[in-house]
Every structure is written in structure tokens, then in C-alpha cells.
């Protein structure tokens, strides 16, 4: 059964920065507001997804099942595997994607998920469909931040034993191959997610296969 207490420090645990924090924290409580909620309080003219436009927008479909979005996480699930040495797995599960495990051994796995639900999110803010090549410019941009972090806290061993295994570094990044890696491998969720907190129990949140 999955360890609610350890999923919700994961995000703490993986990462030093606030606003990543701040979106797993809302994610996880479904304080995420999409387009089904914004048109039912009358703040959007309708309920389609801001980057489809063909289904109802709520949570798993802006983060998971939008063909968009979905397109974005074959990309990733592609450079994660090319670029990060170490998994212990290449299959990615909607859970994994959403950050809706319990499992702490792999931070720079998520760490590098987090910041792309995040992008989606911001994605979706903006107006604008989620692009691999300003994805990974996110990642650095988040190595740089904890960088910064480990040199003012005398922690750069830390900081060196996470992201040594990143292969992208900023000079090898604009180089780094992409596209040989098998393609992403979807688990289902439970069907009444985005109202299953009312009517089932935490243990039914998620249903994989």
C-alpha cells in the first residue's frame, strides 16, 4: 500500500526549490484548477483543454492523457533515458510521471518529473504546448539553483552525488542524442480521480496496472 506520508515529502526530499514544492503540495490535494472547475465557477467560457480543445479539461487529462501532453512525455521519457545514467528502470507508469509514489531511492528521477509537471503546468498557464528543448533548459536552470544552494550550505558533495549523473551538462547538452530509447509504457489511474477524495479511500486514490 503506498506510504501517503512518504509521497508527500518526496518533493521536499528531491528538490531546494519553493515553487516545485508549492505545485506537488497542490497537486497531490487536487488544488490544481483546470477548465472543468474554471467553467463551473464561471471563470472560463467552457471546459475544453487549454492545449487539445477536444476533451474536457481536468487533472489527469491537462497532465497526462491530452495527446499534447502525452506527445511531451514520450519526448522525455526518451531523454531521461538517453541522459540520466543509473535507472533503475525505463518504464515510466502515470503514477511515476505524477509523482504519486512512495519510493525515495532515485531523487534525481524526480526531481527531473517534478520539474516537467511543473512545465506543464506553467505551459498551460501560458497558453503555449510543452517543448522538450525548454524543458531541458529547465533542468539546468534548476542544477544551477541547487548549485548555488550547495555552495552557500558547504554541501557541493551532495549536490555533486545527485547530479553526476546527468549526462547533459550545459556544454554537452546542445549535442546530447535524444531519440533511441523505447517508448513510454502508460499505467491507468482510477476513474474517479478527480472526485475519488469524497468517495473512496485514500488506499483506492491510484489503480495501476
Same mark, same amino acid.
Given at each position: 500500500?503506498?506510504?501517503?506520508?512518504?509521497?508527500?515529502?518526496?518533493?521536499?526530499?528531491?528538490?531546494?526549490?519553493?515553487?516545485?514544492?508549492?505545485?506537488?503540495?497542490?497537486?497531490?490535494?487536487?488544488?490544481?484548477?483546470?477548465?472543468?472547475?474554471?467553467?463551473?465557477?464561471?471563470?472560463?467560457?467552457?471546459?475544453?483543454?487549454?492545449?487539445?480543445?477536444?476533451?474536457?479539461?481536468?487533472?489527469?487529462?491537462?497532465?497526462?492523457?491530452?495527446?499534447?501532453?502525452?506527445?511531451?512525455?514520450?519526448?522525455?521519457?526518451?531523454?531521461?533515458?538517453?541522459?540520466?545514467?543509473?535507472?533503475?528502470?525505463?518504464?515510466?507508469?502515470?503514477?511515476?510521471?505524477?509523482?504519486?509514489?512512495?519510493?525515495?531511492?532515485?531523487?534525481?528521477?524526480?526531481?527531473?518529473?517534478?520539474?516537467?509537471?511543473?512545465?506543464?503546468?506553467?505551459? +498551460? %498557464?501560458?497558453? #503555449?504546448?510543452? &517543448?522538450?528543448?525548454?524543458?531541458?533548459?529547465?533542468?539546468?536552470? =534548476?542544477?544551477?539553483?541547487? *548549485?548555488?544552494?550547495?555552495?552557500?550550505?558547504?554541501?557541493?558533495?551532495?549536490?555533486?552525488?545527485?547530479?553526476? +549523473? %546527468?549526462?547533459? #551538462?550545459?556544454? &554537452?547538452?546542445?549535442?546530447?542524442?535524444?531519440?533511441?530509447?523505447? =517508448?513510454?509504457?502508460?499505467? *491507468?489511474?482510477?476513474?474517479?480521480?478527480?472526485?475519488?477524495?469524497?468517495?473512496?479511500?485514500?488506499?483506492?486514490?491510484?489503480?495501476?496496472?
Amino acid at each position: 500500500m503506498l506510504s501517503w506520508r512518504r509521497t508527500y515529502s518526496l518533493a521536499f526530499l528531491c528538490t531546494k526549490e519553493t515553487k516545485l514544492r508549492e505545485f506537488q503540495f497542490k497537486l497531490l490535494h487536487r488544488r490544481i484548477a483546470t477548465n472543468d472547475f474554471l467553467h463551473k465557477i464561471g471563470l472560463k467560457p467552457n471546459e475544453s483543454c487549454t492545449f487539445c480543445g477536444e476533451t474536457t479539461e481536468n487533472l489527469i487529462h491537462l497532465f497526462w492523457k491530452c495527446k499534447h501532453t502525452w506527445i511531451f512525455w514520450e519526448e522525455t521519457h526518451r531523454w531521461i533515458c538517453q541522459n540520466v545514467n543509473g535507472l533503475a528502470s525505463d518504464t515510466f507508469s502515470v503514477a511515476l510521471c505524477l509523482g504519486i509514489v512512495d519510493d525515495r531511492g532515485d531523487l534525481l528521477l524526480h526531481h527531473v518529473l517534478l520539474i516537467a509537471r511543473y512545465y506543464i503546468y506553467t505551459c +498551460r %498557464l501560458r497558453n #503555449t504546448l510543452p &517543448k522538450l528543448q525548454i524543458y531541458t533548459k529547465k533542468i539546468l536552470s =534548476s542544477m544551477e539553483i541547487e *548549485r548555488q544552494i550547495a555552495k552557500d550550505h558547504n554541501t557541493l558533495n551532495a549536490f555533486k552525488k545527485k547530479w553526476t +549523473r %546527468l549526462k547533459s #551538462t550545459p556544454e &554537452k547538452i546542445n549535442s546530447t542524442p535524444l531519440w533511441n530509447t523505447p =517508448s513510454l509504457r502508460g499505467n *491507468r489511474v482510477c476513474t474517479c480521480w478527480p472526485v475519488c477524495v469524497s468517495v473512496c479511500s485514500v488506499g483506492a486514490y491510484w489503480t495501476t496496472l
